[in-house]
């Protein structure tokens, strides 16, 4: 194994601080503090090398009941623990509550270190030897091996680095997969360099150069360097203790339980869904909603827990639930927690995120459980397919590692296999969105349904305002995404598309009897109006066409290309734009420039359509204007005929 934390557990002045320092020569008492009160305060890390040559982390961390949310942040990443017991003293509270977080976090490999052996008789270290069996016969450090030693004399410490050495060999090296991530245990400024964090690595990998956030501030900085065990490394891996240097960030800004990451790789969230286990000597039962505190990595915030199928649990039982805390957190799935009662405080449980941003769930529904049963313990297809089932937007492929805990590698295969089994479907593969197909298939109906009753209501219009439709539909999409989905909806032949409207893919505007009868009697009342139109309000009401009509069927013959908006309620029939063109055109052929006047007698019509039709064909490029005349225009002289 590469990489390789240890870490101490016991009662307060049980020697491990001693021990620490005669397995490596390295004090890890570094306060003041700490050296006049004989107890360790922080926690203490030191480097050692083991017999096999391999480099390991001790973690020593405090004893004392005060400072058990230190133990607990130094116990993150442990992967072999020393439970130190004093021969003097034997198991003490302390012991106990640090053998239940042991527990809880499932750190499963350990040694018990019997200290201080040369402070007591052979027959009484034989008796404290009898208790630690006894204490330990049922816990996860049942099989462990139990070792005496003494720090000040050096007796049988050989035999301890032998032991630990025996464990590092099949110890599992963390995987290096997923992206990387350092809950934070201490931060400090170091002159000529700036900010420096550390903690233990606890997935993937941190290079120097990468753009991170401190989470869950969402503080961006860079990585300046790296240093493990000391020494300055270009690349840190999971399982090792690391000490970063920050580009851009001052140490007040960060606090211990803050966690770094690449950027945008996290997400802070109020709630968590969990698997909670309440510890047998929790000493009474745990009520719905009762106020706890919540340690995970290195973070300690205040909560409730929220059970979905009871209202209390008692001593040995677990629940699926969630907790719902008081500040956010950024933690990912999977990730271990304990704890503990808010008053008096002492460990009384634990478990594991199942849901790292959970929303507010519904107690006692069946479906809730379900969900959490295949999120914790299902299949990377089972796991996504749940995920996609409770969101109502695509989800893009970096979403899904975040929220599953899974690697992208298992992502991406167990999309493959969904998709292949049409359970899944990708909203243009090349943007990485995905959706259930229940879901797609939902959009489908509610918009086919929508749109056909939109076009029923509305003939006339060539469809439903894409605008409208997001933010009735979609209205937690960015536009990006949206014009995704409608792309997909399109090539799917569900919806066709324009600039600004869609509509049913079979859908084509098709004005009824009536509809079409008004609609030539407006176009022939325009053509024999020629170059002196009627206004639209004055027509409408000539022609008795209701309110609720009036601007459908002016919208139509306008999209259609019949009517041109000349200017503000003005009006020309196509036609008769045409029409004009001509006669512009002819009329240049023998003339180099024409006035207002000369233009107003041309087309037979007043100053008040004249000027607003000499202002069109200036904007289309048919006339230029030169003083108060007009010459030909270049699209004019092309032949080009006008917009319609």
Request: proline share 3%.
């Given at each position: ?5 240890i870490?101490?557990a ?14 490596t020569?390295i ?31 001790i ?16 116990a993150?990443g442990?992967?072999?623990?020393l ?13 106990r ?31 404290v ?9 049922d816990?996860?450090?049942k ?16 035999e ?11 110890a ?9 991530r350092l809950p934070?245990d201490?931060?400090?400024?170091i002159?000529?360099f ?10 993937g ?6 753009e ?7 503080l ?8 493990v ?9 999971a399982g090792?203790?690391v000490?970063?240097?920050l580009?851009g960030?001052?140490v007040?800004q960060i ?7 690449l950027s ?26 009762s ?11 205040l909560?409730r ?16 639930g969630q907790?719902?805390l ?5 933690t990912?799935?999977?990730d271990?927690?304990?704890?503990r009662?808010y ?5 009384i ?8 941003t ?46 599953t805990?899974?690697s ?31 879901r ?7 918009i ?5 009753q ?8 060539e ?8 933010s ?15 792309t ?6 569900i919806i066709k ?31 024999q109006?020629?170059?002196q ?20 069927l002016?919208q ?18 196509r ?11 002819d009329?240049?052929k023998?003339k ?5 006047g000369?233009?107003r ?44």
């Amino acid at each position: 194994m590469k990489h390789l934390i240890i870490g101490t557990a016991g009662h307060v002045d049980h020697g491990k601080t001693m021990l620490v320092k005669a397995l490596t020569g390295i004090d890890t008492d570094r306060l003041k503090e700490e050296k006049e009160r004989g107890i360790s305060i922080e926690l203490g890390f030191a480097s050692l090398t083991l017999p096999g040559g391999r480099h390991a982390a001790i973690v020593d961390v405090p004893g004392h009941e005060r400072f058990i949310k230190t133990m607990l942040a130094g116990a993150s990443g442990i992967d072999i623990v020393l439970l130190i017991i004093a021969a003097d003293e034997g198991v003490m509270p302390q012991t106990r509550e640090h053998l239940d977080i042991i527990r809880l976090l499932h750190i499963n490999q350990g040694i018990v270190v019997i200290t201080k052996t040369d402070l007591v008789e052979e027959d009484w270290l034989e008796l404290v030897q009898e208790e630690i069996k006894d204490f330990i016969s049922d816990t996860v450090l049942k099989d462990v091996p139990i070792v005496k030693v003494s720090a000040a004399t050096g007796y049988n410490i050989q035999e301890l680095l032998e032991q630990i050495n025996i464990l590092a060999e099949v110890a599992k090296e963390k995987s290096t997969a997923g992206q990387p991530r350092l809950p934070i245990d201490r931060i400090f400024s170091i002159t000529g360099f700036g900010t420096v964090v550390t903690g233990t690595m606890v997935s993937g990998q941190l290079k120097v150069g990468d753009e991170i956030e401190v989470f869950p501030e969402e503080l961006k900085a860079r990585v300046r360097s790296l240093q493990v065990h000391g020494k300055s490394v270009d690349l840190a891996r999971a399982g090792q203790r690391v000490a970063v240097n920050l580009s851009g960030l001052e140490v007040e800004q960060i606090s211990r339980g803050n966690v770094l990451a690449l950027s945008e790789t996290l997400t802070a969230s109020f709630r968590l869904d969990v698997r909670f286990m309440l510890l047998k000597d929790a000493g009474k039962e745990l009520k719905h909603r009762s106020r706890i505190r919540l340690y995970t990595g290195t973070i300690e915030v205040l909560g409730r827990i929220i059970y979905f199928d009871r209202e209390e649990l008692k001593p040995g039982e677990w629940a699926y639930g969630q907790i719902q805390l008081e500040e956010a957190v950024a933690t990912a799935k999977g990730d271990r927690f304990v704890v503990r009662s808010y008053s008096p405080m002492h460990t009384i449980g634990g478990g594991t995120i199942i849901d790292a941003t959970a929303s507010k769930h519904k107690r006692y529904r069946q479906e809730i459980i379900d969900r959490m049963v295949i999120l914790e313990r299902g299949t990377p297809d089972e796991i996504i397919e749940q995920y996609l089932a409770g969101i109502f937007i695509p989800a893009h492929i970096n979403e899904l590692v975040k929220a599953t805990g899974l690697s992208e590698i298992q992502v991406k295969e167990a999309l493959t296999e969904l998709k292949n089994k049409q359970r899944v479907k990708f909203i243009d593969e090349k943007s990485g969105y995905v959706v259930s197909v229940y879901r797609y298939q939902s959009w489908t109906l509610d918009i086919q349904k929508l749109l056909s009753q939109f076009h029923r209501e509305f003939p006339l219009r060539e469809g439903y305002p894409k605008e409208e439709l997001r933010s009735r539909k979609f209205k937690n999409l960015n536009p990006k995404i949206f014009q995704l989905i409608l792309t997909e909806l399109k090539n799917d032949q569900i919806i066709k598309i324009q600039p600004q409207t869609v509509a049913t893919f079979a859908y084509e505007i098709q004005p009824d009897a009536e509809q079409q009868k008004m609609l030539e009697l407006i176009e022939k009342t325009f053509i024999q109006a020629q170059f002196q139109p009627p206004g639209w309000e004055q027509l409408a009401t000539e022609l008795k066409i209701i309110n609720e009509l009036k601007q459908e069927l002016l919208q139509y013959l306008l999209r259609q290309g019949s009517l041109i908006k000349i200017a503000d309620d003005m009006y020309f029939h196509r036609d008769i734009l045409n029409k004009g063109r001509q006669m512009l055109s002819d009329y240049f052929k023998n003339k180099e420039e024409i006035s207002i006047g000369e233009i107003r007698d041309l087309l037979t019509t007043s100053r008040k359509y004249a000027m607003p039709l000499l202002e069109y064909f200036d904007r289309h490029r048919f006339t230029r204007r030169i003083g108060d005349l007009r010459v030909i225009g270049k699209e004019l002289d092309s032949g080009i005929k006008p917009e319609n």
